[in-house]
């Protein structure tokens, strides 16, 4: 009985260590010694660090559009500018998973860093705290807007202050523009 008991805790252990494993984003040389993205990029430098082919898209504005899934689970998205260039990233975890991203720009992980400790982080900063009309799984969450440097990162998080999504762009996003 002893014996099936321990094997039991064994095998309940070993799933929540590798369910809830935290996950780097393997963003490596694609930072800054201060954990910052570093602009422009090309679509092939970021394919050569994430060890991931891009898939190229089209938007409705005829934009290009180049998107890499990771082996963590963490999706960027990338618009392509002249020459091919990237100068705006998005970075977003599927809502139907629990991944914990680490190794993120500013050093922030999905699904860990909160709300209270990205305020702190960015103290120095103007930041920008807005609960914006959001749907699924941010519904009810907050969004916090931040210049740095010549950049403006927006933070997305759900309703239990964790954070889902980020983006490093050159302008902020007005709602209104639909």
Known sequence: ??????????????????????????????????????????????????KVKPIFTEDASEEQNAKWITKSGLALYGTLGNNRSINEIWFDIPDDKFLIISGLP??????????????????KNKVKKTMP????????????????????????????NLLKSASILLGFIDPAAG
């Open 1 to 50: 009985m002893k014996t099936k008991a321990l094997t039991l805790i064994f095998f309940l252990q070993l799933l929540f260590v590798t369910t809830f494993a935290q996950k780097n984003a393997g963003l490596g040389t694609l930072l800054n010694k201060n954990a910052e993205f570093i602009f422009p990029q090309t679509p092939e430098k970021i394919s050569v660090v994430l």
């Open 133 to 160: 009309e959001m749907y699924g799984a941010l519904e009810g969450g907050t969004e916090l807007e931040v210049k740095i440097g010549n950049r403006y990162v927006t933070l997305f998080f759900d309703r239990k």
């Open 106 to 123: 500013y050093h922030l992980t999905l699904n860990q860093t909160t709300v209270q400790e990205a305020l702190v982080k960015f103290k």
